[in-house]
Structure formats: C-alpha cells, structure tokens
C-alpha cells in the first residue's frame, strides 16, 4: 500500500514538474518576461512580495472571505439539503428555485448585490455564498434522499437525544456529500472571491489581480495568482484531504 | 404487559392487516410466523411504536428495544460507542455487554471489521444492555449459516432466560420459533390476522 501511495506521489511530482518545464521553456520561447516570465521569475517575485510587499496583508484579507463565505454556504446549504431532501412536498416547492440560483451567472449575483447592498464586507460575502449555497443544496439534498431509514429507526427506539442522533447518526451518512461539496465549494469560492475582490473591494488578492491589470503587468498577476493557488493547495492537502481520510477510516472493512 | 387491539392497518387503499389481538407478558417469548409480504414486520412496527398509523389501540412500555433484520449499526463508530453512543450506557457497562455476547477485545473495531454473526452479536448486546421491558426481534438470524444461528439462538435464549423480558421476535423458521418462543402465533389470510 505505501509503495503504491510513494509511486502515485513520485507520479504527481513529476507531472508538476513538467507543468514548470513546459512553462519555463515557453517563456523562454517567448522570451518577454512581461508577457509570460518563467516560474523562476515568478517565484522570485512572490518571495519579494511575501518579505517587503504586500503579499500576506492581500492574502488574509482573501482568505478571510473565502471562509466567511464557505462557512455561510455550507451551513445553509447542509440545512436546505436536508430538508429538501427528507421533506418531498418541500423539495417539490423549492426545486423550482434551485434549479434558477444553480443557472445564474455568478457575475450576475455579484453585480446585483453590490448595487442593492452597496461595495460593503457583506455585499462580497454575500455575493460569494449565494452562488455556492445552490450547489452545496444539491449534493447534501441527493445524500439526503439515501439516508437509511432503518438507522432513523433504530435511533427513535432507543431514544437517542436530537443532537445526538444528528452527530452520530444522520451527519456520517451525509459525509462523502459534505466531504465533497467542502472541496469543490474551497474550488469555487475562492474564484468567486477573487471576481468579487476584482470588482469592488480594497483589499485582497482580486483587488491586487484588478491594480496590475490596469498596468499591464503580467508577473504580478502572476504572482498574487499563484501565490493563493499554492496556499488553497496547501489547505487542501493539509486540511480538507487528511480530514477526509480521517472521516471514512470506517470504510476499510 | 404489551398489547395490541388493531382494527386494521391499511398501506393506502390495500388493507394488510385484519383485526388483531395480541398481548405479551413479562418474561414471556411470543413467535411470530408467516409467509413472506403477510404483514409481519407491519404488524412488528405497530407494536413497537414506529408505525402510529393505524386504527386501534396499543399498550406498551416505554423501554423498548429491537434486533433488526440487518444489524443496522453506526458503522462509522467503533464497537463500544456503538453501545454507549446509541444506548447512553457506561464504558463500563458496554464492555460487559461486549463481553457477555463474545465480543470482548474487539471495543476498538469498526463494525464493519467484524464478521456478520459478531454485528449481529452487537446488534444483541445493543438491545439487550438497555434492560428493556420489551424485546422486539425482526429475523434476528436471517442470512447467518446453519452453524452461526444455533450459537445466535442459544446466545438468545441464555441472554432472555437471564432477564425477565417481554419478547416478540419474527420467523420463517418453525425450529427457530420451537426453540426460543414461549408461545407461537401464526399470521395468515388477507388481510392477516391471528390464527
């Protein structure tokens, strides 16, 4: 099992690493470091940026909304999930809805919450979680819809309490839902974040994106860009797939 | 005491049971036979309170505990939290049931680690560690061999002769119903009734 898990790494490794050489050697075709600079270039433009610019100001002021808006996203979504997906007469009302907010236009959900909330911390947030919470419905409602009824069952005859039956009982089942909807919602909102932060905010890596494309600077694009990538990649190995794991140890039968 | 006065209980238009009654006593094992799709496990839920939809009265106490067909466990929780998650026993209290079943050493485990015949061990230990006044078994030994069900059986009936429980368990086998029941009543007709 491990030998397999190291080939798969070397595998992603060197996959990552031709990614870099297939750049690299394109810059160097192209060889006009404000059009396309290599990663070396880039690299050393995050590091500058990281030491005596604004770098980690920008990024925490992103990453802040990112998990202002996943954490709104996620709960609302887990609650409309569920009860659309245990309650048919309600799902039959509510699907209507779902299916318009899951075909509008993010840009559209941002535009409109700016003009009628104004270019304000909640205008963004809001903006970010309403065209999320339709996706996060969706998945949890299809979880839902697979629940054991029997386990529903077996809790109500041994009166076990409400929360309990909800931590123990109905969220397990629901995980491989919630796992999935937690990472691709990370996936999306942090790129919905960024239009957000590019259209009306002060502040973050967006903000950073929209000052350097009125100077026509490519590397620094670049570089506030793939200076977040790398930190949602971190927090995607370090958080969400070592929690995943954890959540389905039980499976290995 | 358990008792059940049922007028009828219908599934929509169809009607699935007859009138009906039954009544278990204390330390009492009643063995519920019948053909497949007669309404067994209908009549099971009635008396066990998941089912309230249905014309007429029931009697029965508030500590109730069941063995389902499958053995519906949290398979995300270990063997103990099992018990005491479920149950709100003590750690303690739990490792004496485990232990009772022959399921001591394996608190750590995830049911889905153990073989089918030691789930539905837990699944018994589950109901019995509740001491309950009333003991529902829905084919409590359905897909085990031979081998496994008499050593269920027997742990059944030691675990039973030890408490003085109200119990109504569903069969298709006459040799399981001879075995652990105290009484047997058959199921038949449409819509079911007593025989």
Known sequence: MSRLKAKDTSVRLI???????????????????????????????????????????????????????????????????????????????????????????????????????????????????????????????????ALDPELDDMAQIYRMPLGARARHVLLPQLSPQIAASARTGTA????????????????????????????FDVPMVLAYSLAFVMVMLLIELVILQPWEVRANRWRRG | MISVDLKSKSFGSVQILGEIKLSVSA??????????????????????????????????????????????????????????????????????ALSEVGLAGKEALYPLQLSLGQRRRLSLARAFVTDPDFLIMDEPFVSLDAERIEEMMELTQKLLNKRKIASLFVTHSQ?????????IQHLRGSPATLA
């Open chain 1, 15 to 145: 996959s990552l690493a031709l990614l870099l050489l297939g750049w690299a050697g394109l810059a160097f075709l192209i060889d006009d470091t404000q059009v396309l600079p290599g990663p070396i270039v880039v690299a050393g433009l995050i590091a500058s940026e990281a030491v005596n610019g604004p770098l980690f100001q920008h990024m925490g002021a992103t990453l802040l909304r990112v998990l202002a808006a996943f954490t709104l996203a996620m709960s609302y979504g887990l609650v409309f999930g569920l009860v659309m997906g245990r309650a048919k007469k309600v799902d039959r009302w509510l699907d209507p809805w779902l299916v318009i907010f899951l075909n509008l236009p993010a840009l559209v959900t941002i535009v409109l919450c700016y003009l009628w909330i104004g270019l304000t911390e909640v205008a963004a947030v809001l903006a970010v979680a309403i065209n999320k919470i339709p996706m996060v419905t969706t998945m949890i409602r299809e979880g839902a819809r």
């Open chain 1, 188 to 215: 999306l909102i942090w790129k919905i974040v960024l239009v957000v932060e590019f259209l009306g905010r002060s502040n973050g890596i967006g903000f950073q994106i929209h000052l350097y494309f009125q100077l």
């Open chain 2, 27 to 96: 330390g009492e094992c009643v063995a519920l036979l019948g053909p497949s799709g007669i309404g067994k496990t209908t009549l099971l839920r009635i008396m066990s309170g998941l089912d309230s939809d249905f014309a007429g009265h029931l009697t029965k106490p508030n500590r109730i505990a069941m063995v389902f067909q499958e053995p519906t466990l949290l398979n995300w929780r270990t063997v103990l939290q099992n018990l005491t998650l479920v149950t709100g026993i003590s750690t303690d209290k739990a490792r004496n």
């Open chain 2, 175 to 183: 040799e399981e119903a001879s075995m652990l029941a105290t009484r």
